[in-house]
């Protein structure tokens, strides 16, 4: 059996070695290294595929988040509602702007944020919701969106796990993730499920205007040439970058339809684990399965994911801490017991391998593996 890894990012460009090969030597070839042909491409390509008006690239999805913040004009002391379950991005990126992170829980069944969490948050200083579409799958957004709109509030989606995913609306109509609220943010990291050989990320959105602003932040606050607007960032996505995406672009809904039958298939393995719950799905969202995450009951997470490393199966525990009882959360001035539900799941999560790449065999061994340490 092939060494399993969670994801298999040498047997996937083995897999695209010939067509990535020739999108980086173009690159090298051409020497635009820096706003080179292949970004303005990538980004027509991707406002193609999503449905969006614009898509504006930049350097890492955590800067996508901060210059969505800074384009909507948020002011320290502003209060954004948002989910202590996340990766730290999310919040990071408001503490740096003196914004406001007030957290509302999380449901126990998708682990994204709860609309009557977010309701009980609204105070006057509230701007914004920045729900976080975890694991690959859509909060709950028509009823976000009827929150926001009720408070006159913006609403940006992290959508760094969820590039690819539909929201299905009660009329059945269907959306791309990022291209509800006024702005998506999205990051192509390695391990992504748009993905590129190093830092990328890109925001969406509809508002022609709010592109402009954008670009321009994204820019150094640049709309001439040397001459500045406001205060902006450097944040650039590499044309070599671009290139790759391009290619991985046009395989984005096969790797995540073969992410999905792996989904499918831990869903009936591990149906008959009564110290299991598997991930459940929603109607108002398709899964992309970024993460295949399971809970794990009875205090026994730690002791199976030990067993699994001793047999050679990685897992990882995403994530260990909610944001609210980090460290540099601190000043926040939350608690233990303030958040219950994202702080049980961080005692029972544990994501385990999945990529287009892995195999039956592996598939099988894997779940046998969790059936033997139940046993
Ligand atoms: C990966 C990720 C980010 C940050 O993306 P980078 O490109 O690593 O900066 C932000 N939010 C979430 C939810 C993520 O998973």
Same mark, same amino acid.
């Given at each position: 059996?092939?060494?399993?890894?969670?994801?298999?990012?040498? $047997?996937?460009?083995?897999?695209?070695?010939?067509?990535?090969?020739?999108?980086?030597?173009?690159?090298?070839?051409? *020497?635009?290294?820096?706003?080179?042909? =292949?970004?303005?491409?990538?980004?027509?390509? %991707?406002?193609?595929?999503?449905?969006?008006?614009?898509?504006?690239?930049?350097?890492?999805?955590?800067?996508?988040?901060?210059? $969505?913040?800074?384009? %909507?004009?948020?002011?320290?002391?502003?209060?954004?509602?948002?989910?202590?379950?996340?990766?730290?991005?999310?919040?990071?990126?408001?503490?740096?702007?003196?914004? &406001?992170?007030?957290?509302?829980?999380? /449901?126990?069944?998708?682990?994204?944020?709860?609309?009557?969490?977010?309701?009980?948050?609204?105070?006057?200083?509230?701007?914004?919701?920045?729900?976080? @579409?975890?694991?690959?799958?859509?909060?709950? +957004?028509?009823?976000? %969106?009827?929150?926001?709109?009720?408070?006159?509030?913006?609403?940006?989606? /992290?959508?760094?796990?969820?590039?690819?995913?539909?929201?299905?609306?009660?009329?059945?109509?269907? &959306?791309? $993730?990022?291209?509800?609220?006024?702005?998506?943010?999205?990051?192509?990291?390695?391990? &992504?499920?748009?993905?590129?050989?190093?830092?990328?990320?890109?925001?969406?959105? +509809?508002?022609?205007?709010?592109?402009?602003?954008?670009?321009?932040?994204?820019?150094?606050?640049? &709309?001439?040439?040397?001459?500045?607007?406001?205060?902006?960032?450097?944040?650039?996505?590499?044309?070599?970058?671009?290139?790759?995406?391009?290619?991985?672009?046009?395989?984005?809904?096969?790797?995540? =339809? $073969?992410?999905?039958?792996?989904?499918?298939?831990?869903?009936?393995?591990?149906?008959?684990?009564?110290?299991?719950?598997?991930?459940?799905?929603?109607?108002?969202?398709? @899964?992309?399965? @970024?993460?295949?995450?399971?809970?794990?009951?009875?205090?026994?997470?730690?002791?199976?994911?030990?067993?699994?490393?001793?047999?050679?199966?990685?897992?990882?525990?995403?994530?260990?801490?909610?944001?609210?009882?980090?460290?540099?959360?601190?000043?926040?001035?939350?608690?233990?017991?303030?958040?219950?539900?994202?702080? +049980?799941?961080?005692?029972?999560?544990?994501?385990?391998?999945?990529?287009?790449?892995?195999?039956?065999?592996?598939?099988?061994?894997?779940?046998? *593996?969790?059936? /033997?340490?139940?046993?």
């Amino acid at each position: 059996m092939k060494e399993i890894h969670m994801a298999d990012l040498r $047997a996937q460009y083995e897999r695209l070695k010939p067509e990535i090969d020739e999108a980086i030597n173009s690159v090298l070839q051409s *020497t635009a290294f820096v706003k080179g042909p =292949e970004i303005k491409k990538f980004e027509e390509e %991707l406002s193609g595929y999503l449905g969006i008006r614009n898509v504006i690239s930049c350097g890492n999805g955590t800067d996508a988040l901060q210059i $969505a913040y800074m384009a %909507l004009g948020l002011k320290p002391g502003d209060e954004i509602i948002t989910t202590p379950f996340t990766f730290v991005a999310t919040v990071e990126t408001m503490g740096l702007l003196g914004l &406001k992170p007030v957290f509302a829980d999380v /449901d126990e069944r998708t682990f994204n944020i709860s609309p009557a969490e977010i309701r009980k948050k609204i105070s006057p200083a509230t701007r914004a919701i920045v729900p976080v @579409h975890l694991f690959g799958q859509c909060a709950e +957004m028509e009823e976000i %969106l009827e929150i926001a709109n009720e408070n006159n509030l913006y609403v940006i989606e /992290d959508t760094a796990q969820a590039t690819g995913t539909d929201y299905i609306f009660k009329t059945g109509v269907k &959306k791309k $993730a990022g291209t509800l609220g006024i702005i998506g943010t999205t990051s192509f990291f390695p391990s &992504k499920n748009l993905a590129c050989y190093g830092d990328g990320g890109a925001l969406f959105t +509809m508002n022609d205007e709010l592109a402009t602003k954008i670009r321009s932040i994204a820019n150094h606050g640049m &709309k001439v040439r040397y001459y500045y607007d406001s205060i902006g960032v450097n944040s650039r996505l590499d044309t070599i970058q671009a290139a790759i995406l391009r290619v991985k672009l046009r395989y984005l809904d096969s790797f995540n =339809e $073969a992410r999905r039958k792996v989904a499918s298939f831990y869903d009936t393995a591990l149906n008959d684990c009564p110290e299991i719950i598997t991930p459940s799905r929603t109607e108002y969202s398709s @899964h992309i399965y @970024h993460q295949y995450t399971i809970r794990v009951l009875n205090g026994k997470r730690d002791k199976l994911k030990e067993f699994l490393l001793s047999r050679k199966i990685p897992s990882i525990v995403y994530y260990p801490l909610p944001v609210h009882l980090q460290k540099a959360y601190r000043y926040l001035g939350y608690s233990e017991r303030d958040l219950p539900v994202s702080e +049980m799941l961080c005692r029972e999560v544990l994501s385990l391998p999945i990529c287009p790449e892995i195999d039956m065999e592996q598939l099988e061994y894997i779940t046998k *593996t969790i059936y /033997d340490f139940f046993s």
